[in-house]
């Protein structure tokens, strides 16, 4: 051991590491020391004062405070390389000038290194101005980090000019290269009362692990310093951004709970909250401390609002705050850089220079995302966002998005304050536009962009455009409980799809074999029995009472005309009106009703029944009906398995529910009871019943 081990009295480390953090190193830490030799100040003969000679009282207490805090706070840190040194430096004043020095404050070594030593000497040396009116002196990291309040790094000190890094020769002959500078923070004041400083023999690429071993490590003493992915420290939002944020946040729940979204969060340029020096040059660049984010606008989603619905997505959505997107790629940057908004069908087929997050959305089974610009009104330089919604898990059906951009448009309108970017509603077009802005994307037939020339039908080319959903949504405020979970292992695992596809093709005969029982009647055929009760025309034209009202509706006959002598025939039918008078009343109303139902479709407060046991929950009815069967399905635990679900109608009859358009017809009720029944149980009962 050197010569310079003689001087130096150090703490045998006594953290305890087990499983992985066995192989983390410990610090060595310099034990308590009281002030000795004057340090001078860089560039400077004139000798300064010491501690000794400060102010006593309660400031200098102070110090001895925050310097006892700083010796507990390295005794618990580990490192990944083991040649490593960190030393605080903290402000004293002299005089009517504060002074930067590490003299006499506490610091940590990896190992007994005399090159460690010998840069810890040559720091002991060194004091530099912290004026505020003495900027130009910042000719050391420390200072600036300390002025600015913002941490500085670089993955090899010989990236910095030798004016920026006084200490780069010694750092080099010691065999250091990696560098990092850390504010640290009073939590109790916010004011900035020192800097932590970092040197390693490797050139890190990422300090994102030595920032977060930092944080925790101070935290414990009541003092804290930058996070990864975080705003600056000392940044407290403002009122106004606060309820801006929360206006967000609201938006995010209500969408997601009415469309049963998983996931959908919040992203914005993150803001430059640190220094790096690289070619030569001290720029700004984002909180990720990593080296390729360097030259780049980069984008966030920490601190910002966020909603999961499935319980189940905790880990994706902690890797999206612990993950940069770079501005210039990735649906994501080009929503915000378009202004507009973006449909991607599966992001698990992106690479991941595209999407970063890639590897991640494969193992949580997310697939379908929509991103959409959100632009503040508020303040004079209103903040942009990205909202981003993920579709249900497994779910590539894009008919959904344009319901989802509906709701999304009238929430937006309640709230106020905000400006959606382009998604205006659709107008067909065979293949999307290749306009220069969006081609890298239009090139990639799973990201679309949703503007004018983009149109459901467009957003899924392999679904009959006779199959599309109702494309209005008005909500309503509501408070859904989160669903824990969504997940269903056929939603991961690709060699369970066979029995979705059995399940198709078995609903898809059924839907074929009501098809053509309403197909076999005609208008002609139905004039024919008008006056005569619902029950023995339909057995006349041997249909179901409710398949004959499920074809009225259809043909503009809002509800079957009650016979004269019925005791509602007054309140229903004017008996002198002929058939032909009757069946234009009818039209008429039924137009005038359709044109307000568009208007007003939205939230029923569904009541279904099924095997003796009540559910209740809201429901979107421009959802569609598989939405419903879904939603019925696993509140009663009958996933897998065919529903038959009926509601009663006004003259006390179950009307089955069959297709969107008779889910539509109740859009203008607030609340419907639902009668659940297995298919194959209804199917039998019925043979029972003509069997008799």
């Given at each position: ?126 004091a530099f101005l912290v004026d505020k009116d003495h900027e130009e002196e910042d000719v050391s990291p420390p200072a ?162 966020f909603h999961v619905r499935d319980l189940d997505l905790w880990h994706f959505r902690k890797a999206c705050g612990e ?370």
């Amino acid at each position: 051991m050197g010569m310079l081990w003689n001087k130096i009295s150090l703490e045998q480390p006594t953290v305890q590491l087990s499983g992985d953090s066995r192989y983390l190193n410990p610090l060595w830490v310099s034990e308590n020391q009281e002030p000795q030799d004057e340090p001078s100040q860089s560039g400077s003969s004139q000798p300064i004062t010491t501690c000794s000679e400060l102010q006593a009282g309660n400031y200098f207490s102070y110090h001895q405070e925050i310097a006892y805090k700083i010796r507990a706070a390295l005794k618990i840190l580990t490192f990944r390389e083991q040649h490593v040194l960190v030393q605080f430096w903290l402000p004293h004043d002299v005089g009517k000038h504060q002074m930067l020095t590490t003299k006499d404050q506490p610091f940590g070594l990896g190992v007994a290194s005399e090159k460690l030593c010998s840069y810890r000497k040559d720091s002991e040396r060194k004091a530099f101005l912290v004026d505020k009116d003495h900027e130009e002196e910042d000719v050391s990291p420390p200072a600036r980090v300390f002025r600015r309040g913002l941490p500085e790094w670089t993955s090899d000190i010989t990236e910095y000019e030798k004016k920026d890094f006084p200490q780069q020769d010694c750092a080099i002959r010691c065999n250091l290269h990696g560098y990092l500078a850390l504010p640290v923070f009073d939590s109790t004041t916010a004011s900035c009362v020192g800097v932590l400083e970092i040197l390693t023999s490797v050139k890190y690429m990422c300090y994102a692990f030595e920032v977060q071993q930092i944080h925790k490590a101070l935290q414990a003493e009541n003092l804290t310093s930058p996070q990864v992915f975080d705003y600056p420290t000392i940044k407290v939002p403002s009122e106004r951004r606060q309820n801006e944020l929360d206006k967000i946040c609201d938006i995010l729940k209500v969408v997601c709970d009415i469309h049963r979204l998983p996931l959908a969060q919040t992203w914005t340029v993150s803001p430059s909250s640190s220094y790096v020096s690289h070619n030569k040059v001290i720029e700004k660049t984002c909180s990720s401390f990593d080296t390729r984010c360097i030259g780049k606008v980069c984008m966030s989603t920490a601190a910002l609002p966020f909603h999961v619905r499935d319980l189940d997505l905790w880990h994706f959505r902690k890797a999206c705050g612990e993950q940069h997107l770079d501005k210039s790629r990735g649906f994501v940057g080009k929503a915000l850089l378009d202004r507009r908004s973006y449909y991607c069908q599966d992001v698990t087929e992106l690479s991941e220079e595209e999407y970063p997050l890639v590897h991640y959305a494969r193992m949580n089974g997310l697939t379908s995302c929509v991103t959409i610009f959100l632009h503040s009104v508020e303040g004079d330089d209103g903040d942009d966002y990205v909202l981003e919604f993920f579709l249900q898990l497994g779910n590539k059906d894009s008919r959904h998005v344009v319901n989802l951009v509906q709701t999304l448009k009238q929430r937006v309108e309640v709230a106020l304050g905000f400006e959606l970017g382009e998604i205006l509603l659709p107008v067909e077009v065979t293949e999307p536009p290749r306009d220069v802005s969006c081609l890298s994307f239009n090139t990639n037939p799973h990201i679309i962009p949703i503007s004018s020339t983009t149109s459901a039908n467009a957003l899924t080319p392999e679904t009959d455009s006779s199959d599309s959903e109702s494309l209005s949504a008005n909500v309503a405020k509501m408070d859904l409980a989160n669903v824990p979970s969504q997940r269903s292992p056929k939603h991961i695992y690709p060699n369970k799809q066979e029995c979705i596809i059995t399940d198709n093709v078995s609903m898809q005969k059924t839907k074929q074999s009501r098809k053509r029982k309403i197909d076999s009647l005609t208008m002609e055929t139905v004039e024919q029995h008008i006056g005569k009760p619902l029950g023995q025309t339909a057995e006349i034209l041997g249909v179901s009472r409710s398949t004959l009202k499920r074809f009225c509706r259809e043909h503009g006959m809002s509800s079957w005309p009650v016979p004269k002598h019925s005791k509602r025939s007054d309140l229903v039918t004017d008996p002198n009106l002929s058939q032909e008078l009757w069946l234009e009343k009818q039209l008429q109303q039924s137009s005038t009703r359709s044109v307000s139902h568009i208007s007003e479709t939205g939230l029923l407060t569904v009541k279904a029944s099924f095997k003796g046991d009540m559910i209740k929950f809201q429901f979107c009815v421009s959802s569609g009906l598989v939405e419903l069967e879904k939603e019925v399905a696993e509140r009663v635990d009958a996933k897998g398995q065919r529903l038959s679900i009926k509601y009663e109608d006004e003259e006390k009859d179950l009307v089955l529910i069959t297709c969107d358009t008779d889910l539509e017809f109740l859009a203008s009720k607030t609340a419907i009871k639902l009668f659940v029944h297995l298919a194959d149980d209804d199917r039998l009962a019925f043979k029972r019943s003509h069997s008799e």
